[in-house]
């Protein structure tokens, strides 16, 4: 009877623990919903208004990406400000300088910027590409910063026809280099057994190489100093022309040396143009506008009008129209299932083209890869979509900073691809990862483990030594992984097999060598491959679709919202929970089977 009611209680106070969870969880998202409703309404305010000798300010140290993000798992707000922290979408991007560069209202650009969050270098060269073209109109740029704590915030800065610097600041320009962290020693400690299985030849394919070794290995040394060199040596060398260095050989002794760190070295190498503060920039700017458009009236104004204001005179970016190009966005980890808005999901991504496809109003697609990898049935499903894509119409892959192994295979097969000199790409392998946790569970926490089983591998498990013919046929699995994959890119780069397999075995390559090697068609960003696939679709006027389609803030919370609460999900299992103590009492006669694949093969 003290045991049914020591269990009652208990029961009792899990529902009023769980109860107040709930009231105070729903308190919170109504709060969520009213500052998402706001959000909402003041990014659909009425048509805004630009005034005349006006310079477009741009802010670049908010996060980008390949097009705006609308997600629950990025979005933040700056409470002390009330200002909206919102990342910054290349595509939305594109479309913003576009107008300015033609606007007679905006005069001028300010850039400012420390540090850039994108996922490589392949986006920051897009950017200063669309702000050179700006650049053609006549218009100046200006670019300042109180430190370059990042390498591509200064890269983006010599698009700048001035570059200012804090007095107090630094210009971090150190080269570029790869740190890569290793956890066999942690493992040995902890006493976890790892097994790394890859195809035979896939020397290059090195990631799971991080939890076997406590070092690099020869070929991944020497595939990671290849592209690093390649990207380095393309940037410093527009960096050379842009600021009209001495030499590309004495700009890399002095970054050696780290002579351009402090301000006054950076100013007298000619780095930056001034050392000075904001405010003084503003003036500046304020300034040279007038003299350059010759506004002379004492009354005239020079206005600083912020990114986010001019971005909404562009309320739709995407405009559907009789002929379109659909842009189908591939960001992040691929992965099986619906994904998000910085991932990748084969089954939101699949029906997306095949949408695409289908719809007769467009005419050709642009697959817009940025991705370093991930699961290899996904990209299968993936790859597959492309191939009967391609059969209807124009299919053009535009590669961000990354687009290799699951990213590559899936734009293998396209019609033609368009990439940044110093995209990163290839990576055409595969390996899996064996964990076995048992003697560390054993040694560490006491817990064994006995087995019953009808067949010689029945149970492949985390805590289960693996049979020889297990090993086997697992190293066959990732061999005949390898093998489709080279198949797949032979096929769509029309190249043979054994070429393929002779440049692929996991080596990772910058775009400057995937060229050569025949993995890569043209150089050029998002813009230019739109451009080829109106051209190969034939037509001249068209309009851009995006997919696959985003949901809002608000949309995503009512969403969650919807789904069944914990609350819900006890009080569904009350009855259950209270029969938990019975079954205690039967565990120790119960013999539970698992089955499951104790690895993960990943590009």
């Given amino acids: 009877n003290l045991r049914k009611i020591i269990m009652k209680s208990f029961f009792n106070f899990m529902f009023a623990s769980c109860l107040g969870c709930f009231i105070s969880s729903m308190l919170v998202i109504f709060v969520l919903i009213g500052i998402f409703s706001s959000i909402s309404f003041s990014d659909t305010e009425q048509t805004v208004a630009i005034e005349n000798n006006s310079v477009l300010y741009i802010n670049l140290d908010a996060p980008i990406y390949d097009r705006e993000v609308e997600d629950l798992e990025t979005f933040s707000t700056n409470l002390l400000s009330d200002e909206i922290i919102k990342p910054i979408g290349l595509t939305e991007f594109m479309e913003v300088i576009h107008k300015a560069k033609t606007d007679e209202n905006i005069k001028a650009i300010f850039l400012q910027m420390s540090m850039l969050q994108t996922n490589g270098w392949a986006t920051v060269e897009e950017i200063r590409q669309i702000l050179l073209d700006f650049k053609a109109s006549g218009k100046k740029i200006y670019a300042y910063s109180d430190m370059f704590i990042t390498q591509n915030a200064y890269y983006l800065a010599t698009v700048a026809d001035k570059i200012y610097l804090n007095p107090a600041g630094n210009l971090a320009l150190t080269g570029l280099g790869a740190e890569v962290m290793y956890y066999k020693d942690l493992f040995d400690k902890l006493d976890i057994d790892v097994e790394l299985i890859r195809p035979r030849n896939n020397s290059y394919k090195s990631a799971g190489e991080t939890y076997i070794s406590n070092k690099m290995s020869q070929e991944n040394r020497e595939q990671i100093k290849a592209y690093v060199s390649d990207i ?14 001495q030499s590309i050989d004495t700009f890399n002794a002095k970054v050696s040396r780290l002579e351009y760190f402090l301000p006054k070295q950076a100013l007298d190498n000619g780095l930056v143009d001034s050392l000075t503060f904001k405010t003084n920039v503003e003036q500046i700017i304020v300034d040279e506008v007038k003299k350059q458009f010759s506004i002379n009236s004492p009354s005239a104004k020079v206005n600083f009008v912020k990114y986010n204001k001019y971005r909404k005179t562009i309320p739709t970016v995407f405009k559907k129209q009789q002929n379109n190009i659909a842009v189908i966005y591939a960001y992040g980890d691929v992965n099986q299932g619906k994904g998000s808005s910085l991932s990748i999901g084969s089954e939101t991504l699949v029906r997306a083209i095949e949408k695409a496809a289908k719809d007769n109003s467009v005419k050709a697609i642009v697959l817009r890869v940025n991705s370093p990898g991930g699961d290899a049935i996904a990209s299968e499903l993936i790859t597959n979509e492309v191939i009967k894509a391609k059969k209807l119409k124009p299919v053009i892959v535009s590669m961000g900073d990354v687009a290799a192994s699951a990213g590559y295979e899936m734009s293998s097969n396209a019609s033609l691809i368009v990439a940044s000199p110093i995209t990163i790409t290839g990576s055409i392998g595969v390996f899996g990862i064996m964990p076995n946790i ?22 492949m498990s985390l805590t289960t030594p693996r049979s020889q013919q297990s090993k086997l046929i697992l190293q066959m699995n990732v061999e005949n992984f390898y093998d489709n994959f080279i198949t797949r890119v032979a096929q769509g780069r029309k190249l043979e097999k054994t070429y393929v397999d002779s440049i692929a075995r996991g080596r990772v390559w910058s775009a400057l060598d995937a060229k050569e090697l025949g993995l890569v068609d043209e150089f050029g960003g998002l813009n230019k491959a739109i451009s080829i696939a109106a051209k190969k679709a034939g037509i001249e006027q068209y309009g851009i679709v995006a997919y696959p ?35 205690i009492e039967k565990l120790s006669q119960n013999q539970g089977v698992q089955a499951r694949i104790p690895y993960i093969i990943n590009f």
């Fill in 232 to 245: 380095w040596g393309y940037v410093s060398q527009n960096i050379v022309e842009a600021r009209k260095l």
């Fill in 438 to 459: 048992a003697r560390s569970l054993k040694n560490n926490v006491g817990l064994t483990f006995d087995t019953v089983k009808t067949n010689d591998n029945a149970i």
């Fill in 549 to 583: 389609k985003q949901k809002d803030i608000f949309t995503q919370l009512l969403e969650s919202i919807s789904e069944e609460s914990d609350l819900q999900e006890f009080v569904k299992h009350k009855d259950a929970f209270e029969q938990l103590n019975k079954k």
